[in-house]
């Protein structure tokens, strides 16, 4: 089991930027899948964001070329940057990993083991 942290949430101005980080612990190694999810108020929990271990990225529609998803295996930590930020970005943004040396991504909740506690953005206009 891996144990996952989340930081760098806050509070941001439309238009500015953020970036998450998720350090990982446990039994950790570089053949991980690496997602990040968000989950706006009466919303359901959403994907936002994925790096294989191959480094193979996926994104979805609403943030592509905001954020960018990347990974430092030496520090086993992911982040998310995001850019040009909008109030419908506002969510709790989760970290989530799971082990796989499959060579494409992984989008489902249910496709991840391992889950942070979350960190909370909020976007002011």
């Known amino acids: 089991q891996v144990e996952l942290v989340e930081s760098g949430g806050g509070l941001v101005q439309a238009g500015g930027s953020l970036r998450l980080s998720c350090a990982a612990a446990?039994?950790?190694?570089?053949?991980?899948?690496m997602g990040w999810f968000r989950q706006a108020p009466g919303k359901d929990r959403e994907f936002v964001a994925t790096i294989s271990w191959t480094d193979r990225i996926r994104y979805a529609d609403s943030v592509k070329g905001r954020f960018t998803i990347s990974r430092d295996n030496a520090k086993n930590t992911a982040y998310l940057q995001m850019n040009s930020l909008k109030v419908e970005d506002t969510a709790v943004y989760y970290c989530?990993?799971?082990?796989?040396?499959?060579?494409?991504?992984?989008?489902?909740?249910?496709?991840?083991?391992?889950w942070g506690q979350g960190t909370q953005v909020t976007v002011s206009s």
């Open positions: 446990g039994r950790t190694s570089s053949s991980y899948t």
């Open positions: 989530a990993a799971r082990s796989s040396t499959w060579l494409g991504t992984y989008e489902e909740e249910s496709d991840y083991v391992d």
